[in-house]
């Protein structure tokens, strides 16, 4: 897949505390400014914020049911924190500076150890002014592998970004606070790569059979995805198995923060075009992942794969008598809020703007004092999310996963991001299981970052 420079130009538009660096007596992650060349060959390389010295950071892999444990290292000029996205944590390792600790000041560490009780795809990033953090580079995927993978011949990390480059510096275009990308649908950058390269390829053979780990770490894109010369069936989705695996036949969603695990089969034949497709903003149909078949790894294919192991805890009980919380997704462009609560104050849509602030969760703009809901360890909440924004929101929360409830009454697969469509409502059914305070908040990272932020407290 070849990028010419108009091609490249056109998308252009109690908390625990941080601790002096100690001796190394866990492995480290350390996170630092680096120079990637995220742009093809001819165009500047980008100065970065990185884990390691890498876009995106290492993978960081461990069994289910083990310990993992990482020092965060800031050599950074800024403070940061990392959140470990999608595992069902301990409160105090859930990384939210401001709400589970402080952010780790330059020059200094913090120990992160913790239990793995879920197999599945995950990632971490910076949550810590995790807006301009996570577009300058600091995520990376987390895999926790089961303990009896399934029938494949490879497994896969295919994360799935955007950068929003100067084509002529290759630095990032890093108004990262402009009213106008926070109030609208967030930064969406002009240059689209997996595992930090735009012109990604995978070399397979006809009938091998992989494992694709989808992860969509964009600050706020929306990727529309299709499989080409692959046959696939999606097994998982945000870390938790289906518990049937189901045929891909149409256009698969995958919205900020959320993760996908397809097993695919490679059909096409030696020469023919074959990966993943992403929907481009001019309606075609673009290259995200190319696979160079090469070679036959089998005669025939395989039937369709077996369900992965299921996680502990996935059940959702209680639902239809649970009570109803009602959420409304409110402010943004074109729709405004009346008011909404701010610092403590109730503000009007002038006075929030003055602020920075764009967006409210329930009438709130930010963390407030006081949490959104308060829950008792084990109890069955649903939250009702209304979204009376023109905006989609891909809301996420933190420690614990959730069900969507239909309108039937039926439950969805276990996910912990959901998509929120302009003038929707999705109601999310969920066991209070996890003690401490979680954040449920926008991933759209700019709409977090100017309002649609809250917490829950499990007690």
């Given at each position: 897949m070849k990028m010419t420079r108009r091609a490249f130009c056109a998308g252009l538009a109690s908390v625990p505390l941080a601790r002096a660096v100690q001796a190394q007596d866990m492995p480290l992650l350390t996170a630092r400014a680096a120079t990637v060349q995220l742009a093809p060959d001819g165009y500047p390389a980008t100065?970065?914020?990185?884990?390691?010295?890498?876009?995106?950071?290492?993978?960081?892999?461990?069994?289910?049911?083990?310990?993992?444990?990482?020092?965060?290292?800031?050599?950074?000029?800024?403070?940061?924190?990392?959140h470990w996205h999608g595992i069902r944590i301990d409160n105090a390792m859930d990384g939210v500076a401001g709400l589970t600790q402080n952010a780790v000041p330059p020059g200094e560490s913090f120990d992160y150890a913790f239990d793995l009780p879920d197999a599945g795809t995950y990632w971490y990033h910076a949550h810590t002014n995790s807006m301009e953090q996570v577009a300058r580079g600091l995520s990376g995927a987390l895999i926790i592998d089961e303990a009896t993978p399934?029938?494949?011949?490879?497994?896969?990390?295919?994360?799935?970004?955007?950068?929003?480059?100067?084509?002529?510096?290759?630095?990032?275009?890093?108004?990262?606070?402009?009213?106008?990308?926070?109030?609208?649908?967030?930064?969406?950058?002009?240059?689209?790569?997996?595992?930090?390269?735009?012109?990604?390829?995978l070399p397979a053979r006809q009938n091998e059979r992989l494992r694709l780990r989808l992860i969509n770490s964009a600050n706020a894109q929306i990727f529309g995805l299709k499989l080409e010369g692959l046959t696939g069936w999606t097994v998982a989705l945000d870390g938790m198995?289906?518990?049937?695996?189901?045929?891909?036949?149409?256009?698969?969603?995958?919205?900020?923060?959320?993760?996908?695990?397809?097993?695919?089969?490679?059909?096409?034949?030696?020469?023919?075009?074959?990966?993943?497709?992403?929907?481009?903003?001019?309606?075609?149909?673009r290259v995200l992942a190319e696979v160079s078949v090469e070679g036959r790894a089998a005669s025939v294919p395989r039937g369709a794969p077996q369900?992965?192991?299921?996680?502990?805890?996935?059940?959702?009980?209680?639902?239809?008598?649970?009570?109803?919380?009602?959420?409304?997704?409110?402010?943004?462009?074109?729709?405004?809020?009346e008011s909404a609560a701010f610092n403590g104050q109730k503000l009007s849509w002038q006075e929030l703007v003055q602020q920075g602030q764009f967006w409210a969760l329930a009438g709130q703009a930010g963390l407030g004092e006081a949490p959104f809901a308060t829950l008792s360890r084990g109890e069955t909440a649903r939250i009702r999310m209304t979204n009376d924004t023109i905006f989609p929101h891909a809301m996420h929360l933190h420690g614990m996963h959730f069900r969507e409830r239909k309108a039937d009454g039926s439950l969805g697969p276990l996910r912990d991001t959901v998509l929120v469509m302009p003038n929707e409502t999705t109601e999310i059914a969920f066991v209070a299981d996890n003690p401490g305070k979680w954040l449920l908040h926008c991933h759209m990272l700019g709409h977090a970052a100017s309002g649609m932020t809250n917490w829950i407290m499990v007690a």
């Amino acid at each position: 897949m070849k990028m010419t420079r108009r091609a490249f130009c056109a998308g252009l538009a109690s908390v625990p505390l941080a601790r002096a660096v100690q001796a190394q007596d866990m492995p480290l992650l350390t996170a630092r400014a680096a120079t990637v060349q995220l742009a093809p060959d001819g165009y500047p390389a980008t100065p970065v914020w990185s884990y390691e010295g890498t876009i995106p950071g290492p993978v960081i892999r461990a069994a289910q049911g083990s310990r993992l444990q990482r020092r965060l290292v800031n050599t950074l000029e800024v403070p940061t924190s990392i959140h470990w996205h999608g595992i069902r944590i301990d409160n105090a390792m859930d990384g939210v500076a401001g709400l589970t600790q402080n952010a780790v000041p330059p020059g200094e560490s913090f120990d992160y150890a913790f239990d793995l009780p879920d197999a599945g795809t995950y990632w971490y990033h910076a949550h810590t002014n995790s807006m301009e953090q996570v577009a300058r580079g600091l995520s990376g995927a987390l895999i926790i592998d089961e303990a009896t993978p399934p029938d494949v011949d490879r497994d896969k990390v295919l994360m799935i970004d955007d950068w929003l480059l100067d084509p002529d510096t290759g630095l990032f275009v890093d108004d990262f606070a402009a009213p106008m990308t926070r109030s609208h649908g967030g930064q969406i950058g002009n240059l689209v790569g997996v595992n930090g390269r735009y012109d990604y390829m995978l070399p397979a053979r006809q009938n091998e059979r992989l494992r694709l780990r989808l992860i969509n770490s964009a600050n706020a894109q929306i990727f529309g995805l299709k499989l080409e010369g692959l046959t696939g069936w999606t097994v998982a989705l945000d870390g938790m198995p289906l518990d049937t695996p189901e045929p891909v036949t149409e256009t698969l969603v995958l919205a900020p923060a959320q993760r996908m695990d397809l097993i695919v089969d490679v059909t096409a034949e030696e020469g023919e075009t074959a990966g993943l497709l992403f929907a481009a903003a001019d309606d075609t149909w673009r290259v995200l992942a190319e696979v160079s078949v090469e070679g036959r790894a089998a005669s025939v294919p395989r039937g369709a794969p077996q369900p992965l192991p299921r996680n502990p805890r996935m059940e959702v009980e209680g639902v239809d008598t649970a009570p109803v919380l009602e959420m409304q997704l409110q402010g943004g462009a074109m729709r405004g809020l009346e008011s909404a609560a701010f610092n403590g104050q109730k503000l009007s849509w002038q006075e929030l703007v003055q602020q920075g602030q764009f967006w409210a969760l329930a009438g709130q703009a930010g963390l407030g004092e006081a949490p959104f809901a308060t829950l008792s360890r084990g109890e069955t909440a649903r939250i009702r999310m209304t979204n009376d924004t023109i905006f989609p929101h891909a809301m996420h929360l933190h420690g614990m996963h959730f069900r969507e409830r239909k309108a039937d009454g039926s439950l969805g697969p276990l996910r912990d991001t959901v998509l929120v469509m302009p003038n929707e409502t999705t109601e999310i059914a969920f066991v209070a299981d996890n003690p401490g305070k979680w954040l449920l908040h926008c991933h759209m990272l700019g709409h977090a970052a100017s309002g649609m932020t809250n917490w829950i407290m499990v007690a």
